[in-house]
């Protein structure tokens, strides 16, 4: 009996054979078989596959294998173990800078809690070497302290916070930098972060140890109990971490000096790890003015955020939504945007479909707005930049100029430019490097944004973009290509706004828009010309000492030269001294 494999492979073959004459009669015809060869439709029904077929059919089920493979190992990642992995966005790219961030994160919370409690900060930093490469970091202020329940979260949970969604001038902006400063001692050195608050005399202090869940994002109290602790209200937080300290430039001392001066109103005592310890008093005993809180800007909100805004707003109306939820949207602007969207004023903001979404926000950038208001904004101004200049630098001359109200996508900002000019006001070495004219030392620039400085990423900020794109020859300043200018000056860069564009979360360079540029630009300008004055007044004033001199040393000569000629004696020679002294001194006029 013939093998049942080769019977049907041979059976298939004739088949085929016979088949393959009907289909080409047919297409001679002008017909066709819609459903192929009879062999194909009897390995059909028998369920038999050519090896061609069966390769494919083996392919696709081993794809898709790999597919369901790869749908299990897919999961969700928490923000923490994110930044876990990514600790180099937040400021920790190492040791050194990781002491510096780790102090900058305590200090903006301590100066943040204390303004918005209208007190005064007195705020104690102490640094400690506990081990190689070990520092405790202890940042005390004396706010308002935390209440007990929001103390876990506020410390070890990231993305926390009550400033994210305000639109107002503040420190802080994510909800990550103090959270981030534990969880970086937490992965470095393995201790909890430790929390001592109370707020108020006839409430007790609680102290707290608390460890950061990466996986879950949650905090995980590993202390939670009454302490004893004298200060009637405020908080003091210690973080261990791997670092290294060293003085000098980028240091803890040169942010807190940076700190000061930015903040006249607050006094810092520093404990440094080699036994130092400096006590920065204030230069104003009174608190800056108190941003307000401000709804969005139509300018400044994205198709995406306007569709979110319309499907979670209160209002029942689109006119209402539009006054309600926007600032410096009123009655005859909400119903020309409306007009221009061509939507009815009475519609459901909820009810607005996709296309509508698209033709309300073309409306509302092509309708004329006014600009945001300001009062979210507290700037420095320019008494206290002059009294905080030369409280901390030993200078010839000091000006300063705050800039008029800006805005950027909708969002407020102001500027500020202090500057400081010979004396000890010298340069230091900074990242910026370029052609100096190779003679004097470059300029030291000083940023700051929001009250805080930016000791990182200078060559990446849009404050030095705009300083060396200052033509710093007109007035009167040695500038090489690409580079700072030169000489014995310090300048100082501010910035507010409700929210600064920051280039990273570590919050250490400012973005290159180019209504921002401007506005430092033309502030530079201005206290550049200041300069320019004063230098131009001190020539004219060393050019006519020089003559003075010149009088002062010749004009005895020609009095002898005289009385010998014209054979006076001593007291006319005195006199036709003294005249021609007072006919010199007023052919001089010294502005």
């Not at 903006?108 to 506990?130: F, G, H, M, Y």
Request: with cysteine.
């Amino acid at each position: 009996m013939p093998n049942r494999r080769n019977w049907i492979g041979e059976h298939d073959t004739m088949s085929a054979k016979k088949a393959a004459k009907k289909p080409a009669a047919k297409a001679a015809a002008g017909g066709e078989n819609p459903r192929g060869t009879r062999a194909a439709q009897a390995r059909g029904r028998r369920g038999v596959k050519t090896p061609h077929e069966l390769r494919e059919n083996g392919i696709a089920l081993h794809q898709e294998e790999i597919a369901y493979q790869m749908a299990l190992r897919q999961r969700e990642i928490s923000v923490s173990e994110f930044f876990t992995k990514n600790r180099h966005l937040l400021g920790f790219d190492n040791p050194k800078k990781a002491l510096l961030t780790t102090v900058k994160e305590a200090v903006d919370n301590s100066l943040d809690a204390c303004e918005e409690a209208k007190i005064l900060p007195e705020l104690t930093v102490e640094v400690r070497q506990t081990g190689e490469d070990r520092y405790r970091v202890a940042v005390e202020d004396n706010g308002p302290g935390i209440v007990r329940s929001q103390v876990p979260r506020i410390f070890g949970k990231l993305l926390y916070g009550s400033k994210f969604h305000a639109l107002k001038q503040a420190r802080g902006q994510q909800g990550i930098g103090i959270s981030a400063a534990g969880m970086y001692g937490q992965l470095t050195t393995g201790q909890s972060i430790r929390i001592i608050s109370r707020i108020g005399p006839r409430k007790p202090a609680h102290y707290f140890e608390i460890r950061i869940d990466t996986v879950k994002n949650a905090p995980e109290i590993v202390r939670d109990e009454p302490a004893e602790w004298a200060p009637p209200h405020g908080t003091r937080v210690e973080i261990d971490l791997e670092a290294r300290y060293q003085r000098g430039r980028q240091s803890v001392e040169q942010y807190l000096e940076q700190v000061s001066l930015a903040n006249p109103h607050v006094r810092i005592v520093y404990q440094g790890p080699e036994g130092e310890k400096a006590v920065l008093a204030r230069a104003a005993t009174q608190l800056p003015r108190e941003p307000k809180q401000i709804r969005p800007h139509p300018y400044g909100v994205e198709l995406g955020v306007l569709m979110q805004m319309l499907k979670t707003t209160k209002a029942r109306r689109l006119r209402s939504f539009l006054m309600q939820d926007f600032s410096r949207v009123g009655g005859k602007v909400a119903r020309e945007i409306c007009a221009k969207a061509g939507l009815n004023e009475t519609a459901w903001p909820s009810r607005i479909a996709r296309e509508e979404s698209d033709k309300l926000y073309a409306a509302l950038n092509a309708t004329k707005i006014m600009s945001p208001p300001t009062d979210c904004l507290s700037p420095i101004g320019e008494e206290l930049i002059l009294a905080a200049l030369k409280k901390g630098i030993a200078a010839h001359f000091y000006t300063a100029t705050t800039r008029p109200p800006g805005v950027y996508r909708g969002n407020p900002f102001q500027i500020e430019v202090g500057l400081a000019w010979g004396g000890a006001a010298t340069a230091e070495d900074d990242e910026e490097g370029g052609d100096a004219g190779g003679q004097e030392q470059l300029a030291s620039l000083v940023r700051f944004a929001n009250r805080v400085p930016l000791l990182y990423q200078q060559s990446a900020c849009a404050i030095t973009r705009a300083v060396i794109g200052t033509n710093w020859r007109a007035y009167g300043l040695a500038q090489g290509r690409g580079a700072l200018p030169s000489g014995p000056l310090t300048l100082m860069v501010h910035m507010v706004s409700v929210w600064v564009p920051f280039t990273s979360e570590s919050k250490e360079a400012i973005a290159h828009y180019p209504e921002v540029m401007k506005e430092i630009r033309l502030g530079l300008q201005e206290v550049g010309r200041k300069l320019k004055g004063f230098l131009g007044r001190r020539a004219r004033i060393a050019d006519a000492e020089k003559k003075k001199a010149y009088i002062e040393k010749y004009l005895p000569h020609i009095g002898i030269a005289l009385r010998e000629i014209l054979k006076l004696d001593k007291a006319e020679e005195a006199k036709v001294v003294r005249i021609l002294t007072e006919i010199l001194e007023k052919s001089r006029s010294i502005e």
